[in-house]
């Protein structure tokens, strides 16, 4: 019903920038929040940064003054401006919408199939 398809991940030295982008796609009435969660392998999904529809955010603590959300509502696209990463940065990056479906009055949540960001020297 919805896809979300996610761009931009790879590999980068510390100091760097990446920037990802998340294009969501489907039978979409309206997106509410769009957001940036990271995993590593043997810990849970964690929010790094979060956008409302109305422009708000909201940053994981180590993202703040380093990451950027932005969202280009014509789009139905997402951005994660990453600077200055350090190794610690280094996950597989999910996208996330929650989405009100055309013809449906209910909202679900939707994800995308990760993009891998490696901060390495």
């Known amino acids: 019903q919805v896809q979300l398809v996610e761009s931009g991940g790879g590999l980068v030295q510390p100091g760097g920038s990446l920037r990802l982008s998340c294009a969501a796609s489907g039978s979409i009435g309206s997106i509410n929040a769009m957001g940036w969660y990271r995993q590593v392998p043997g810990n849970a999904r964690k929010l790094v940064a979060r956008?409302?529809?109305?422009?708000?955010?909201n940053y994981e603590d180590s993202a703040k003054g380093r990451f950027t959300i932005s969202r280009d509502n014509a789009k139905n696209t997402v951005y994660l401006q990453m600077n200055t990463l350090e190794p610690e940065d280094t996950a597989v990056y999910y996208c996330?919408?929650?989405?009100?479906?055309?013809?449906?009055?209910?909202?679900?949540?939707?994800w995308g199939q990760g993009t891998q960001v490696t901060v390495s020297s």
């Open positions: 956008i409302t529809s109305g422009g708000s955010t």
């Open positions: 996330n919408a929650n989405v009100k479906l055309r013809f449906s009055p209910y909202n679900y949540d939707y």
